[in-house]
C-alpha cells in the first residue's frame, strides 16, 4: 500500500493507494468499446467512441463533477470551487485510439484526473481554482487525418477548414458532427480564454522505454519534440527484371533505399533527434519488373528547433545527391510541421516536489510523440508527467501496459500539484 501524500498545501492525500487499482479496472472497463472484435480500436464518432463518451459522462457525473459532451465529442466535467468566478486548471488527454490499440495511450491521462477529482470530492477538498477533468474526443487523427481536434477547440485554435475534410468513406467531418447532434457554429463558443485559465496538466504513459530502463514509475517531460512530416516521390525507369544490365538501371527503390539508410545515419548522430520512413511503397510493382516508381514517407523530430531543422536540411539535401547519382529524380513534399513545445518550469519543479515527496529521485526527459498538451502552449501554463510503460515500452499496440502501482503513482503526483497549486 502506497503512503498518503502530503501536499505542499497541507492537505494529507488519503487513500492514494487505491488509486492504481481503480485506473486499470476502468481502463479495462472502456476498453469493452471497440470497433473490432478481440482488440481496441475507437475512431472519432464511431459508435465505440460515443459510447466511452456516455461512459465517461457517467463515470464524472458519479464522481461528482458537473459532466457535459461537448459539440465536437470531447467530455468535461467540472469540480467547482466555491468562487464561481475562479479561474480553471484543465487536467486531460484523450480517449480516441489508433487501430489495434493499447489500453492506455490518453485514457491513462483522463482517467487518472477522475480518480483524483473522485478523491477530492470524498475528501470535501476546497479549491480555488475550478478543477476540469477533459477527455478530448480526437487527438491521432485516424478518421479525418488531422490531429488534436478536441484540444485545438477547447485551444481555441480549431481550423474551420477541417470540418470539409473527409473520412475514407467520403464523410465529412461537418457531417459526422451532425451525427451526434451538433452544429459547425456551436465550435467557437467552446474555446476558453487565457485569463480564464491556470494551467493545464497531462499524465500520460510514456510510450517509450526510458523509464524503464531508468527503473523510475514517472518522469517530468520538458518538452515535446517538433516535427516535420515530408512525401518522397522517386521516379525512375521501369524495365524487365532479366533483360537490363545492373549498370543501366535506374531502379527507384533501390535509390528509396539508399535515401532509408540516409535518413538513418542523419538521425542517428544527435541526442534527442529522431528520423523515421514509416512507409515505403512501389505503386504497380512486379516481382519482374525493375521498380519505375517509389514512395517513401520522411518524420523527422527532435526537441529543439535548431537540430530538427538541420537533420531536415542535410536529409533532403541527401536525397537530392543520391537521385542524381543514380539518375532517377526526387520529389519532397512537405505534409505538416510542428513547433517543438516547452513545458513550465514552474510546473516542472512541483512535479519534482512531488515525486521526491513520494520517495522517487526526478527524471527529466523529453516527449517524442505529440500530445495534446501542444494545443495549450502559449495559452497557459503546461506540464506533463510521464508514466512508466512496461513490455519494452510498447506503445500503440495491445501489448502496451502500465501497472497498478505505477498508475498509483502518477495520481499521487497529480493529487500532490493540484494541492500545491492550491
Known sequence: MSEPVQGAAGATAAGAGTFGARIVDLADRLATHSEMAGGLTCTYLSRAHRAVAKELQDLMQA????????????????????????????????????VNAGRYDGRLGILTALVVAEHLQRAGQALPFHLDVVAFAEEEGVRFGASYIGSSVVAGRFDQALLQRRDGNGVSLAYALLGIGSKAEAIAGLARRPQDLIGYLEVHIEQGPVLLNSN????IVTAIAGGSRHLVMVEGRAGHAGTVPMALRRDAAAAAAEMVLAVEQRCSAKQGLVGTVGKLAVPDGAINVIPGRCELTLDIRASEEAVRAAAERDVIAEIARIAARRGVTAEVVELSRTPAVSFSPRLQALMAEALARAGVEPLYLPSGAGHDAVMFSGLTEIGMLFVRCGNGGISHDPRETVTADDADMGARVLLDVILSLA
Open 63 to 98: 464522481a461528482g463533477l458537473d459532466a457535459a459532451i461537448d459539440a465536437v465529442g470531447n467530455v468535461t466535467g467540472r469540480y467547482r470551487s466555491a468562487d464561481p468566478a475562479a479561474q480553471a486548471l484543465i487536467v486531460g488527454s484523450h480517449y480516441d485510439t489508433v
Open 216 to 219: 523510475r514509475p514517472a518522469g
